[in-house]
DNA sequence: CACTTGCGTAACCATTCGGTTACTTATATA
DNA sequence: TATATAAGTAACCGAATGGTTACGCAAGTG
């Protein structure tokens, strides 16, 4: 059971949920109101996350919430980022770049 | 059937071909010889990254010729990026970036 | 204590994935 | 023309994926 960042990004569903909790933490069952399937299929996609370290879960009472880390991100950045220059040019980098700055 | 360049790429076979390809196009024998497994498995790896735009291929004689092709990772990469400042600092950012331009 | 709520998990199912071998087709070459 | 080479594809297979429903259990609440 392969369990690497670059497979758990690859579900839409994952990535939506990464969205979701990337600025608040939220527990489980608010996250699945989010989405029309299950409550056990959000369950075991927030599994996946926390198996390869994209999500931390902190019990607080009966609630768990769920926490997005990306400090897993880096590798996947690391991947694409040494390509950049093949789809784009320094000059739109440094313009995305100052953008963000702003 | 699911056909985007988050799938594509969550499999390190694929990775590596893509990795293979580049700088340099290769035909399909010369990229298979670099694993272990099949020609044909090789032959369907690269049919997925074709159908995401990911590789392009160009036939010469009888040799069919792979080339990357990065554009498509940008999706990704925007995905990505707008979480590095979760995960780095804007200073680590610009580090990085000032690096590249030497 | 009985009940509700939040969540994990087991069992099951259809589909997809990644691999194989065998075969076919197209292009070059002796 | 006969043969060798490059590569796609079909048929098949086991395992993984993503979903469901049913159930169990811990933590609050009447």
Redesign the interface.
Known sequence: M?R?V??A??D?TR?EIINLI?HRSLNLNTIADNFTVSRPAISRHIKILTECGLVTITQQGREHYCE?N?????E??D???Q??I???D?LD??GK?LDE?K
Chains 1, 2 share one sequence.
């Open positions: 392969r690497d670059f497979q990004i690859a839409p990535r990337a997005a990306f400090k897993q991100f880096k996947v950045s991947w694409i980022e390509y950049r093949f789809w784009t320094k980098a440094l770049f700055e």
